[in-house]
T-cell receptor, first 116, second 110 residues
Framework: EAQVTQNPRYLITVTGKKLTVTCSQN?????MSWYRQDPGLGLRQIYYSMNVEVTDKGDVPEGYKVSRKEKRNFPLILESPSPNQTSLYFC???????????????FGSGTRLTVV | LAKTTQPISMDSYEGQEVNITCSHN???????ITWYQQFPSQGPRFIIQGYKTKVTNEVASLFIPADRKSSTLSLPRVSLSDTAVYYCLLVTGGGNKLTFGTGTQLKVEL
C-alpha cells in the first residue's frame, strides 16, 4: 500500500531531551515536507526537501533539523525540545514540488508530541 | 502569498449535495486550486485540483469561473463519514509548499 509512515504516533518527552520523529514513504516521491498543526493556526510548514541532500526551511523552522540522506526517509530532529513545540506533526510527500497534476500530497497519520 | 477565504462551518444532512465556496481574489496566473479533507487527528487527504472550468473525479467536482477569483467544491450526496474539515488551497506551479487556512468544518447529520 502506498503510504507515508511516521513514528512514533504519540510521544511525551521532557524539555531538552533530543528526539527524532521518523518519516518514510514507499512511493519513490522526490518531494517531502514536515508540517505542524496547532489549534487556530492551521498547518504550517517546518522544512521541505526537493530531493536527496536538498533541504530548505519552511515557515517555522526554528528549533528543528532535518536530513535527507535517502529518498524514502525524511526524519525530523528536535535537538532540545521545548514546551512550545508541543504539537501535532505531519510528514507529506509528493512526486514533485507542486504535487503532480491531480495527485496532490500524501500525508502521514501524524505524530502527537508533548514536551513537558 | 495569495490567501483563500472560506466559511468557517457548514451543516448538512445525509443525501444532500454540499457546495463549499472559496474566495481567492488575488490568485496568480500559475496558481492551481486544490482541496483537501482532514478528519480529526489524521493527515489531510487530497480531494481534487483544478485550474479553470470544471473538474470531476469519483468523489467531488470543482467549479472554477472564468475569472478564477473563487471556486466551489461540490460533494454529491454526502454521508456521515464526510464530516470533516475541508481546506481550499492555492498551489503555485513549481512551488514548494501548501499554505493551509483554517478550513471549513462540515458537519453531516442524519
Amino acid at each position: 500500500e502506498a503510504q507515508v509512515t511516521q513514528n512514533p504516533r504519540y510521544l511525551i518527552t521532557v524539555t531538552g531531551k533530543k528526539l527524532t520523529v521518523t518519516c518514510s514513504q514507499n512511493m519513490n516521491h522526490e518531494y517531502m515536507s514536515w508540517y505542524r498543526q496547532d489549534p487556530g493556526l492551521g498547518l504550517r510548514q517546518i522544512y521541505y526537501s526537493m530531493n536527496v541532500e536538498v533541504t530548505d526551511k519552511g515557515d517555522v523552522p526554528e528549533g528543528y533539523k532535518v536530513s535527507r540522506k535517502e529518498k524514502r526517509n525524511f526524519p525530523l530532529i528536535l535537538e532540545s525540545p521545548s514546551p512550545n513545540q508541543t504539537s501535532l506533526y505531519f510528514c507529506a510527500s509528493s512526486p514533485e514540488g507542486q504535487g503532480a497534476w491531480n495527485y496532490g500530497y500524501t500525508f502521514g497519520s501524524g505524530t502527537r508530541l508533548t514536551v513537558v | 502569498l495569495a490567501k483563500t477565504t472560506q466559511p468557517i462551518s457548514m451543516d448538512s444532512y445525509e443525501g444532500q449535495e454540499v457546495n463549499i465556496t472559496c474566495s481567492h481574489n488575488n490568485i496568480a496566473t500559475n496558481d492551481y486550486i486544490t482541496w483537501y479533507q482532514q478528519f480529526p487527528s489524521q493527515g489531510p487527504r487530497f480531494i481534487i485540483q483544478g485550474y479553470k472550468t470544471k473538474v470531476t473525479n469519483e468523489v467531488a467536482s470543482l467549479f472554477i469561473p472564468a475569472d478564477r477569483k473563487s471556486s466551489t467544491l461540490s460533494l454529491p450526496r454526502v454521508s456521515l463519514s464526510d464530516t470533516a474539515v475541508y481546506y481550499c488551497l492555492l498551489v503555485t506551479g513549481g512551488g514548494n509548499k501548501l499554505t493551509f487556512g483554517t478550513g471549513t468544518q462540515l458537519k453531516v447529520e442524519l
